[in-house]
Nanobody, 125 residues
Framework: QLVESGGGLVQPGGSLRLSCAAS????????MAWFRQAPGKEREGIACISVYPGNTDYADSVKGRFTISKDIAKDTIYLQMDALESEDTAVYYCAADGPVLTGYRRCVYHGMDYWGKGTSVTVSS
């Protein structure tokens, strides 16, 4: 099970940190990703983090503003969102891909095996 939290209303230029708590997962073995879906738009993958060594990838729309990280001891992944813009308004989802049993697999934004239900982020003044 994946449960997102941390969404809410924030002013443009502000920051939020989203969390995704994983139960029943050993994050040592799962690539993890954040997606978002804005009103009237398709869902897009915006950030992902691989199993060890924890390589990351970002969509161009969030690169330099968002940071994905994970705390395996807490079974949680995070999305730190800075310099938020109105275009970041969306429902944010975390997803898991795995288990990765081959030692390493680059994180991607397709073929995800598990999804959370999402948390809503609104960027508005």
């Amino acid at each position: 099970q994946l449960v997102e939290s941390g969404g809410g209303l924030v002013q443009p230029g502000g920051s939020l940190r989203l969390s995704c708590a994983a139960s029943g997962f050993d994050l040592h073995y799962y690539n993890m990703a954040w997606f978002r879906q804005a009103p009237g738009k398709e869902r897009e993958g915006i950030a992902c983090i691989s199993v060890y060594p924890g390589n990351t990838d970002y969509a161009d729309s969030v690169k330099g503003r968002f940071t994905i990280s994970k705390d395996i001891a807490k079974d949680t992944i995070y999305l730190q969102m800075d310099a938020l813009e109105s275009e970041d308004t969306a429902v944010y989802y975390c997803a898991a891909d795995g288990p990765v049993l081959t030692g390493y697999r680059r994180c991607v934004y397709h073929g995800m095996d598990y999804w959370g239900k999402g948390t809503s982020v609104t960027v508005s003044s």
